[in-house]
Structures are given as structure tokens and as C-alpha cells.
């Protein structure tokens, strides 16, 4: 049996704008390539987008893997985490605390991941956080915030300490708990978390030899955003552009299916 005989929802293609139907296909998508990177966490963690022209938000069902996630079966919910279009499934509710948190105030963002892979938990209980020891640290730490933990993320009094902490930036390392990024589109977050999460592999790894590090000069870090202007070729995100098409054909060939 494979992923869509094991998950059967009906298409709703016919039933939402184009515009909602590919942010649909896209989120999908990038579900199906965190489980494909092993970035997921069984049925927990969750990456939202917002649906087109609206202040609503697309996110996971809930106890479904992330390999089985269609575009059909993607919930849409609003501000407040009510569902907006009938589904037979239920959302996590503490995702909906964290995205709604973001999408709330950053009306700039059009999608918001969130991971808690070992390597991004290791780093993030680490006082001094990211390290500035990788050419991939440097895209991270051009944007980074962070943000105390306070348990699991079920407290709606959070979410302003969040919003404020997070400020303008597009990566956040949540402490004792994981990574967070969020950008303009689902390419550019998705390949935020890819080098987001590559920091992390790397500094643990580093740490892991038992030798004196190298830190990357201040002068150096000091120029990191024009530096990813210029390796994205784009002013403004992460040149998500770029790889997704790849990122998609590489999705086609060993999970296909997503786009239903």
C-alpha cells in the first residue's frame, strides 16, 4: 500500500482558488522533503503558510507523518485556530500557538517552519547558541533571535514574548526546544531550515572532535547579509528560487503523490 492508498482525502482543487491550491501543493511538498531530510518528529513539529490574500493559515493535520501529508489533507485555520473548511482532522494546538504567534504580526512572512531534530535541540541547549564557525552560520546568525523556553508551547500568553523576541529576523533558535524560520515564501523557509539545520550538524559535530574551534573574524561576520545577497542572487530572502525545482523533481522521483 502506498502513502495515498494509506491516506485518502478528496481533493479539494476544485474547491479553492489556484492561488491556495499551489501554496497547498508547496506546503505539502515541503512536508514530504522533512521526513525525506529525517528533519521530522514523528507526528509532532509543523510548518505553516498563509493562504492567499486571507489571514488564514494552512497547517498539518495532526497524527498524520509527514510522508503522508496531501495538499487536500492540509487544514486551513485562522487566527484564533478555528478550522475555516470542514476536515475530518484536528490541528496540534501547540503549533497553533507558535504560528499564529508569527503570522499575527509578520505580515511579511508567507510561511513559518518549525523542527526539533537532535541536532537543532543540542545546539539550542547551549548557552552560547550558534557559533560563528561555518560559512552555513553566517546566513544564520546575518537574522538570528532567540527565545527562552517556557514549556510546551500550549500557554496563549507566550505568544507576545515570542513576537518580540523574534523582532524582524528570520531564523530563531528556541532554547531546550528547536529551530524556527520563517520567510517570503515556502522555498526560501524551507532552504532557511536546510542551512539553519547544517549549522547545527556542523557545530555539534565540531564540538564533538574535542579541538580548539576556529571562529569566523568579526569583520567577516559583519558583512554576512551582503555576503547571502550575493550567493542567492536576491536582495531579500534566501534564493529559495533556486533549489526548489530541484528540491522537487528530487521529491517527485521518491515520494510522489503530494500534490492530490
Request: glycine share 8%; with cysteine.
Amino acid at each position: 500500500m502506498n502513502v495515498s492508498e494509506a491516506v485518502s482525502v478528496n481533493s479539494l482543487r476544485d474547491q479553492v482558488s489556484a492561488e491556495e491550491w499551489q501554496t497547498r501543493v508547496d506546503l505539502a511538498a515541503c512536508y514530504r522533503l522533512v521526513a525525506m531530510y529525517g528533519w521530522d518528529d514523528v507526528v509532532f513539529t509543523h510548518i505553516s503558510a498563509k493562504s492567499p490574500g486571507t489571514e488564514h493559515f494552512l497547517i498539518n493535520p495532526y497524527g498524520l507523518m509527514f510522508e503522508e501529508i496531501t495538499a487536500s489533507s492540509l487544514v486551513k485555520v485562522d487566527l484564533a485556530g478555528n478550522k475555516v473548511t470542514d476536515s475530518p482532522y484536528e490541528i496540534n494546538p501547540a503549533g497553533y500557538t507558535i504560528h499564529s504567534a508569527v503570522h499575527e504580526v509578520r505580515h511579511d512572512v508567507a510561511c513559518v517552519m518549525h523542527t526539533h531534530t537532535a541536532a537543532g535541540v543540542a545546539v539550542s541547549a547551549q548557552r552560547q547558541g550558534v557559533l560563528p564557525i561555518s560559512q552555513q552560520s553566517l546566513f544564520v546568525l546575518a537574522s538570528l533571535s532567540t527565545h527562552g523556553y517556557e514549556g510546551v508551547a500550549l500557554n496563549h500568553d507566550e505568544k507576545a514574548r515570542l513576537q518580540a523576541d523574534l523582532g524582524e529576523t528570520a531564523f530563531m533558535l528556541l532554547h531546550n526546544h528547536g529551530l524556527l524560520t520563517c520567510g517570503s515564501s515556502i522555498a526560501d523557509t524551507f532552504l532557511m531550515m536546510f542551512i539553519f539545520q547544517r549549522a547545527c550538524e556542523i557545530q555539534v559535530m565540531a564540538q564533538a572532535g574535542g579541538s580548539e574551534l576556529i571562529a569566523i573574524p568579526e569583520q567577516i561576520l559583519a558583512g554576512a547579509k551582503a555576503m547571502a545577497a550575493g550567493v542567492t542572487r536576491t536582495r531579500s530572502g534566501m534564493g529559495g528560487a533556486l533549489a526548489w525545482p530541484g528540491l522537487l523533481r528530487k521529491l517527485d522521483a521518491q515520494s510522489p503523490g503530494y500534490a492530490q
